[in-house]
Antibody
Framework: QVQLVQSGAEVKKPGASVKVSCKAS????????INWVRQATGQGLEWMGW????????GYAQKFQGRVTMTRNTSISTAYMELSSLRSEDTAVYYC??????WGQGTLVTVSS | DIQMTQSPSTLSASVGDRVTITCRAS??????LAWYQQKPGKAPKLLIY???SLESGVPSRFSGSGSGTEFTLTISSLQPDDFATYYC?????????FGQGTKVEIK
């Protein structure tokens, strides 16, 4: 069965970077795009960007341009999302999603001094 | 970017009620619209894709309609498990956008 398993919760200081992983199983990793979406506590869903695991091509929301990098390691069917220059407003649950049908369980990133 | 306007933001209903949620796109997205259900502490769950296609395993009381800029999600007979927050999402371009969400509460 298709599964996306994300890395565990992170606590970071303002100005630091965080890298969240998303390990895919149950399907051919390079056949479906991976998107990243975040959700602050009590708020709605916010799309961050997209990656084609086959080509490595990416597209980012303008809000995150220059701060976000999406990569992958096809040998281990894992996608990564790195967000830099963290601020308190980046505290949220970060999700990876295969196209829009299967989602990871979410990774809580807390930014606090 | 395409803006998605969802209404209402909150809806109070009883078990057995027919419920309709509306989503409007700022420009035509053809039928590239999905509906999700989200419960607290859980990832969104895909209910409807391509505006009206029911995702496998989703109860038939859920249905979607619309095309272009106007879309609706209908729950024909609200069940206790359906109290949750619902989001529309456009995927006409690779840049997804979501509606603000509709919280369905117990009346």
């Amino acid at each position: 069965q298709v599964q996306l398993v994300q890395s565990g919760a992170e606590v970071k200081k303002p100005g630091a970077s965080v890298k969240v992983s998303c390990k895919a199983s149950g399907y051919t990793f390079t056949s479906y795009d991976i998107n990243w979406v975040r959700q602050a506590t009590g708020q709605g869903l916010e799309w961050m960007g997209w990656m084609n695991p086959n080509s490595g091509n990416t597209g980012y929301a303008q809000k995150f341009q220059g701060r976000v990098t999406m990569t992958r390691n096809t040998s281990i069917s894992t996608a990564y999302m790195e967000l830099s220059s963290l601020r308190s407003e980046d505290t949220a649950v970060y999700y990876c999603a295969r196209t829009n049908d299967y989602w990871g369980q979410g990774t809580l990133v807390t930014v606090s001094s | 970017d395409i803006q998605m306007t969802q209404s209402p933001s909150t809806l109070s209903a009883s078990v057995g009620d027919r419920v309709t949620i509306t989503c409007r796109a700022s420009q035509s997205i053809s039928s590239w619209l999905a509906w999700y259900q989200q419960k607290p502490g859980k990832a969104p769950k895909l209910l409807i894709y391509k505006a009206s296609s029911l995702e496998s395993g989703v109860p038939s009381r859920f249905s979607g309609s619309g095309s272009g800029t106007e879309f609706t999600l209908t729950i024909s007979s609200l069940q206790p498990d359906d109290f949750a927050t619902y989001y529309c999402q456009q995927y006409n371009s690779y840049r997804w956008t979501f509606g603000q969400g509709t919280k369905v509460e117990i009346k």
